[in-house]
């Protein structure tokens, strides 16, 4: 069974410039949620998608936009880069969807180890 | 506004001894409860969790406890080991917002040997 795995694990970019992040979820997971942490901080929810669908998003900007593949790998991409965007980021996968609610285990989020971001 | 918080930034206990980790929320429809744990340059693990119908859950050395009315969880840890030095995150989770989990700041635990 694979885990979580996301790429790029550290990139720098500058301010105004355009990031893509990328993330292979676990095999049989078919939901995947992207969290922010910044330094000294807990992380912070992003949005989660859904059958390819966006399904839930916390207090972010929209130049914070999200894809999910068929295979339910995901791309985080986020437009006009601030300073405060330097974080890292998070992907987590689980089994969701409303008739995994009674599952054992179902809806435990697995996360990968992150995609650290520096925007100079 | 901070929903879930964890006061201790840091805690520090000798091996073998008890590590007790806490956390308070303040949203009256969280109603599952979840303790992870990070280690440097990794992602967070998940721990162990509680349902808002229980007041505790146990698995080996693990054990969290939960208080409703006064909207508080904990985690003990028994016997400490130092391989448990880690950050724990306390989360929150509200209905079937299955991904959307609320993270408190995390408390840094160092046991030592």
């Known amino acids: 069974e694979t885990g979580v795995t996301q790429s790029p694990t550290h990139l720098i970019k500058t301010r105004g410039q355009q990031v893509t992040l990328r993330c292979s979820s676990q095999s049989g997971h078919n939901t995947v949620s992207w969290y922010q942490q910044a330094l000294g901080q807990g992380p912070q929810f992003i949005f989660q998608y859904y059958r390819e669908e966006e399904n839930g998003r916390g207090n972010f900007p929209p130049r914070f936009s999200g894809l999910q593949f068929p295979n339910y790998s995901s791309e985080l991409n986020v437009n006009a880069l601030e300073l405060d965007d330097s974080a890292l980021y998070l992907c987590?996968?689980?089994?969701?969807?409303?008739?995994?609610?009674?599952?054992?285990?179902?809806?435990?989020?697995?996360f990968g180890a992150g995609s650290r971001l520096t925007v100079l | 506004d901070q929903q879930v918080k964890q006061n201790s930034p840091s805690l520090s206990v000798q091996e073998g001894r008890i590590s007790i980790l806490n956390c308070d929320y303040t949203?009256?429809?969280?109603?599952?409860f979840l303790w992870y744990k990070k280690y440097p340059a990794e992602g967070p693990t998940f721990l162990i969790s509680i349902s808002s119908i229980k007041d505790k859950n146990e698995d080996g050395r693990f054990t969290v406890f939960l208080n409703k009315s006064a909207k508080h969880l904990s985690l003990h840890i028994v016997p400490s080991q130092p391989g448990d030095s880690a950050v724990y995150f306390c989360a929150a989770r509200a209905g079937t917002s299955y991904g959307k989990l609320t993270f408190g700041q995390g408390t840094i635990l160092t046991v030592h040997p």
């Open positions: 987590a996968s689980s089994f969701g969807g409303f008739w995994a609610s009674g599952r054992s285990g179902a809806n435990v989020l697995t």
């Open positions: 949203n009256s429809m969280f109603d599952y």
